[in-house]
């Protein structure tokens, strides 16, 4: 019984060592992020009677979450972002979402040459954003 442990556990080894070579893998990464902010903005304006106006003002506050998705092996990577956000009004007392997506894909070729095609998309009412 001794033998068969000793041989069991010298074949493993050797095939251990005549089976090393190149491993490839992947790494999968997911982050979660959040971003929360009150975005205030006062401005005097007097119209043509001199009467002042709040027009222009801001008072919003807004959350958007954001889920990273990456996927990265030797010689491509895979990034996938999506982060949808939450902004409420003060002044109208209305709120809105807007959705904002990225798409990230580069390939070696070679060791000098890259391709990289990054694509990025955002739906909602933010004129800025």
Do not use: C
């Not at 999968?28 to 009150?38: C, F, P, R, T």
């Not at 401005?43 to 990456?70: H, M, Q, V, W």
């Not at 209305?94 to 998309?121: C, M, P, Q």
């Amino acid at each position: 019984m001794g033998t068969l442990k000793q041989t069991g556990a010298t074949l493993l080894a050797m095939v251990g060592i005549l089976s090393a070579g190149d491993l490839w893998a992947r790494q999968n990464i997911v982050i979660g992020e959040l971003s929360v902010g009150y975005d205030f903005q006062e401005r005097n304006y007097k119209d043509a009677n001199g009467i002042d106006s709040d027009e222009g003002d801001t008072r919003s506050l807004f959350a958007s979450p954001r889920l990273r998705f990456s996927s990265r092996d030797v010689s491509d990577l895979l990034e996938f972002t999506y982060a949808p956000s939450f902004t409420y009004d003060d002044i109208d007392s209305t709120n809105f979402v807007g959705h904002d997506f990225g798409l990230l894909a580069e390939k070696n070729l070679s060791r000098d040459w890259l391709i990289r095609a990054t694509n990025s998309y955002f739906y909602g009412e933010d004129p800025v954003a």
